[in-house]
């Protein structure tokens, strides 16, 4: 498991997915690609920026130290080479954290925004047609929401991509939190066996 690049591309996927993520976010707040006339239109999970600050701007932070990590002589993973960097590591940790919760965060958020539906126009009035995601099965409901058009495939669409990028994420953030912690209890890397003997990687 340890390999000399492990960290950097942990915080070379979390980068794009960040991107997208927050463009997943920017995109729910044009339902079926229009603006809205009115802001009270948008369904409130959006509103919370789950794509935009919990997994994205919240995430640049620990992508930029996991990709940071392989040049600070640390493999990323058991630190092979130099092996005084266990504060690197140890930080890695925190900042590890740091993106888990605002993955779970977004993830969390998604999974609401799902089962509850979107917020739309049922004729009468704004609001939510659909109880415990039960339009999820049942696509005759989907008429309940008169405009805007394409309201629910749209968000249903892009906050499946948030769950799943978001979830995706956190999992990766779990990966760095034990290699940061395998770097910094290990040290000086020997009990890892990731090196070839010679302290390269
Ligand atoms: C879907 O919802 C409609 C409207 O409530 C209902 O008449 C129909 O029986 C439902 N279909 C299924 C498969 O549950």
């Not at 039960?134 to 669409?157: A, E, F, M, R």
Request: proline share 3%.
């Amino acid at each position: 498991m340890c390999t000399g690049g492990c960290a950097k591309c942990l915080g070379a996927t979390l980068i794009p997915l960040a991107v997208l993520c927050t463009l997943a976010n920017i995109l729910l707040f044009f339902p079926g690609g229009k603006t809205v006339e009115d802001s009270t239109h948008i369904t409130d999970e959006v509103w919370y920026f789950g794509g935009i600050v919990g997994s994205g701007v919240l995430m640049i932070f620990p992508a930029l130290v996991f990709l940071g990590l392989q040049n600070s002589d640390c493999c990323g993973c058991c630190g092979c080479r130099s092996c005084g960097k266990r504060f690197a590591m140890f930080s890695s940790i925190l900042f590890a954290a740091l993106g888990f919760l605002g993955a779970g965060y977004c993830f969390i958020l998604s999974a609401v925004a799902i089962n509850r539906g979107p917020k739309c126009n049922t004729g009468s009035d704004w609001n939510y047609p659909f109880n415990n995601g039960d339009y999820l099965g049942n696509h005759t409901l989907w008429d309940k929401c008169q405009s805007p058009k394409d309201i629910v495939p749209w968000n249903l669409t892009l906050f499946s991509l948030l769950l799943i990028m978001s979830g995706i994420q956190a999992v990766l953030c779990g990966i760095q939190a034990v290699n940061g912690l395998l770097g910094t209890l290990c040290g000086d890397c020997k009990c890892c066996g990731c090196c070839g003997g010679d302290g390269t990687v």
